[in-house]
């Protein structure tokens, strides 16, 4: 590509890439600082939280004079989710494919490392190596690669037998094991993408509907044919190959117990804090993130279902054929120099008005006052009473959790209702709520089907709640428990 093409390509991603709008924004440190502090322990947060995080980080700001607006919080992360920097689902803030991009090259600028290149190229030439056995046509081009692999294990296996064991040297294994945090640390950039081709895909098809008047099965059709395209795409393929290989019990257990196994070594201190912490959360952020992507997938699949089943995209339609002509009729007045105060005879057909009640002709207006004139004002207690001291005994999570944990450990894996069985559960409802939000924390493995759990709410009444089915195990708990987002 020469050089107009070049320049005409990066001037469509200045214009376009929503990471590089991230990256020249006005406020892009604050933001970026922000986003990156937010999502430091966890991949998703509370859109109240994060506004109340970011309302004090604003007033700390202006309290040293490097602020001056007034705007609040929640209009920044409002505008910011508008931006594609930000993603609301459920009440819940996460990361989007152009912030991640953002943050990683910022990283990148601060934790630029010369001394990787050794580290790259043996990556590059197992890969190399790796490939070229999988694309050989000749079978005996591959049995002479493997049997060259299999003499150079079987070359480390008798030195090793005969007592001589090589060590990496101190700069060796600091390169590595920064090179496997580096390779860990972009594996979630897959997952933003997905996202963002799946709710591509829905608007994708939602304006097909109002635009082309195709017929329920004509759009049902589509919506298939556009799901095996989205599992063809790069970032559609990476995630289903992915998700096979954290499928596979054996290679994840063995990871695991590696993973664990270099971070319990004396080189895991050549890592941050936070390097560390990532690389020990690593394969139950995976399957917490691997979950949402699914769930993001059937809830785009059930809403585009009911849009369908509903009709709601003939209405769409109509209103978008009204507001059409509606548009056209201002601009032939404008061209024909009609004054904006004369009166015209047009009309458009919107339909009867249905009402209920003469109340919903009333307009309520901002500035109306509200009728206090029978409040009576009452003093404020100081002397908590019964129920409030009742509501006060609530059931304690952490316990929960750690009760949870202790039961695994000592049984092995087992269901919630298992584990009801052997420790009844006597707070009711909330105790119950409890065990269902551990299962979620460490994210559980959801099977197939539901089951039932017996319960005694606070009063000794004994009730029955079908609840999806988890299967927990111990190795999915964090080291300490106050690590868990409860």
């Known amino acids: 590509m020469n050089f107009q093409g070049l320049q005409a390509k990066y001037r469509r991603l200045f214009q376009e890439s929503t990471a590089w709008k991230l990256l020249r924004a006005d406020n892009a440190p604050i933001i970026l600082a922000f986003i990156a502090d937010l999502f430091s322990d966890e991949s998703e947060a509370p859109f109240g939280r994060a506004r109340v995080a970011l309302d004090a980080e604003l007033e700390r700001c202006r309290e040293l004079g490097i602020w001056e607006t007034e705007t609040t919080g929640a209009a920044y992360l409002n505008q910011w989710i508008r931006s594609g920097w930000l993603r609301e689902m459920d009440d819940k803030l996460t990361k989007t494919d152009a912030s991640e991009v953002a943050l990683r090259f910022c990283q990148g600028l601060d934790q630029r490392s010369t001394g ?36 150079e294990l079987q070359r480390e296996i008798d030195a090793l037998n005969a007592g001589v064991v090589t060590q990496l040297s101190e700069v060796q ?24 081709e799946i709710r591509e895909l829905d608007q994708a098809v939602r304006v097909q509907m109002i635009e082309g008047g195709s017929k329920r099965g004509d759009l049902l059709l589509s919506v298939m044919e556009k799901e095996m395209l989205l599992a063809e795409t790069d970032a559609g393929s990476a995630f289903e190959g992915f998700f096979q290989l954290l499928c596979d019990q054996n290679r994840s257990t063995e990871f695991k117990d590696q993973l664990r196994s270099i971070l319990n070594r004396p080189v895991s201190a050549q890592l941050t804090q936070q390097q560390h912490q990532f690389l020990s959360r690593l394969m139950r952020e995976l399957s917490h993130e691997s979950e949402r992507v699914f769930h993001i997938r059937r809830r785009t699949e059930e809403s585009l279902r009911a849009y369908i089943e509903s009709g709601a995209a003939l209405e769409n339609r109509a209103v978008d054929k009204l507001l059409h002509q509606l548009e056209r009729l201002a601009i032939d007045l404008k061209e024909a120099g009609t004054e904006p105060k004369t009166s015209t005879s047009l009309s458009l057909p919107v339909g009867p008005i249905q009402m209920s009640s003469p109340d919903n002709m009333r307009l309520r207006m901002p500035d109306e006052k509200l009728n206090t004139s029978g409040v009576e004002e009452q003093t404020n207690s100081r002397i908590p009473n ?18 949870t944990r202790d039961t695994l450990l000592k049984h092995g894996p ?44 606070k009063q000794g009444v004994r009730l029955e709640a079908t609840i999806p089915k988890f299967l927990l195990t111990a190795d999915l708990f ?4 106050e690590e868990m987002a409860l």
């Open 386 to 403: 019964a129920l409030m001291l009742d509501c006060l005994d609530t059931v304690k999570v952490k316990e929960i959790a750690m009760l």
């Open 116 to 151: 990787t290149t050794a580290s790259h190229l043996r990556i590059v030439q197992e890969a190399v190596r790796d490939f070229a056995v999988a694309v050989s046509p000749n079978a005996d081009e591959r049995i002479a690669l493997l049997e060259q692999r299999k003499s």
């Open 414 to 457: 087992m269901t919630i209702a298992s584990i009801a069985a052997r420790h009844p559960l006597t707070s009711g409802l909330e105790e119950l709520v409890a065990y269902l939000r551990v299962a979620r924390s460490v994210g559980a493995t959801t099977l197939n089907d539901k089951e039932k759990v017996a319960f005694l709410d």
């Open 173 to 196: 294994q600091r390169e590595r094991i920064r090179e496997i945090y580096q390779l860990a640390s972009v594996l979630t950039g897959d997952f933003r993408r997905v996202e963002d």
């Open 478 to 481: 964090p080291d300490s428990i």
